[in-house]
Nanobody
Framework: QVQLVESGGGLVQAGGSLRLSCTAS????????MGWHRQAPGKQRDLVAR???????NYADSVKGRFTISRNNAKDTVYLQMNSLKPEDTAVYYC?????????WGQGTQVTVSS
């Protein structure tokens, strides 16, 4: 099992920035993708961004050009730098990792963007 601990959420005004971090521990050997999903009230959980073990990235169209995902394999940590935040970015952000056929999730961190 992989345990994930997230940090960095909070309240920010529109146009501001936040940086989320997520550190993996436990059975970390074999982790391929690390990334972030988000879930707004009443909506489904959607992929925001993901990064492979060799640094290939994918982003949701809604965050391209504003969010940047990065990864420090030595620290088993993934980051999400969020710039030019919009009220519609308000959601609970969940870190996740793929390890072989398993998916592990963090507990979620709230991001609130005020207008």
């Amino acid at each position: 099992q992989v345990q994930l601990v997230e940090s960095g959420g909070g309240l920010v005004q529109a146009g501001g920035s936040l940086r989320l971090s997520c550190t993996a521990s436990g059975s970390i050997f074999g982790i391929s993708f690390m990334g972030w999903h988000r879930q707004a009230p009443g909506k489904q959980r959607d992929l925001v961004a993901r990064i492979s073990s060799i640094g290939s990235t994918n982003y949701a169209d809604s965050v391209k050009g504003r969010f940047t995902i990065s990864r420090n394999n030595a620290k088993d940590t993934v980051y999400l730098q969020m710039n030019s935040l919009k009220p519609e970015d308000t959601a609970v952000y969940y870190c996740y990792v793929n390890r072989y056929t398993e998916v592990s999730w963090g507990q979620g961190t709230q991001v609130t963007v005020s207008s």
